[in-house]
């Protein structure tokens, strides 16, 4: 089974940066693929970023250009890049991991964007 602790998340002005990391434990090597989601107030919970095999990646349209999600085989870390933040990007941000035991996800970290 795989555990994922979030981390980095907090209070930033709008056009300011902010790097997530998700640690991940308990058999990270058979993750095979990460992701990053989050979830607004009053919204539903959208896929913001995602890596296969360390490589293959993709993104919401919204953060095109802005984040960027990587992966440290090393650490058994997924980081999520944010720069150029704006208010909508205020969420509870999720760390996700698609392993052979299956679905993995984190508590959920906070960022908030003032304006």
């Known amino acids: 089974q795989v555990q994922l602790v979030e981390s980095g998340g907090g209070l930033v002005q709008a056009g300011g940066s902010l790097r997530l990391s998700c640690e991940a434990s308990?058999?990270?090597?058979?993750?095979?693929?990460m992701a990053w989601h989050r979830q607004a107030p009053g919204k539903q919970r959208e896929l913001v970023a995602g890596i296969v095999d360390g490589s293959r990646t993709n993104y919401l349209d919204s953060v095109k250009g802005r984040f960027k999600i990587s992966r440290d085989f090393a650490d058994n870390t997924v980081y999520l890049q944010m720069n150029s933040l704006k208010p909508d990007d205020t969420a509870v941000y999720y760390c996700y991991a698609r392993s052979f035991d299956g679905p993995s996800w984190g508590q959920g970290t906070q960022v908030t964007v003032s304006s």
């Open positions: 308990g058999s990270p090597y058979s993750i095979y693929a």
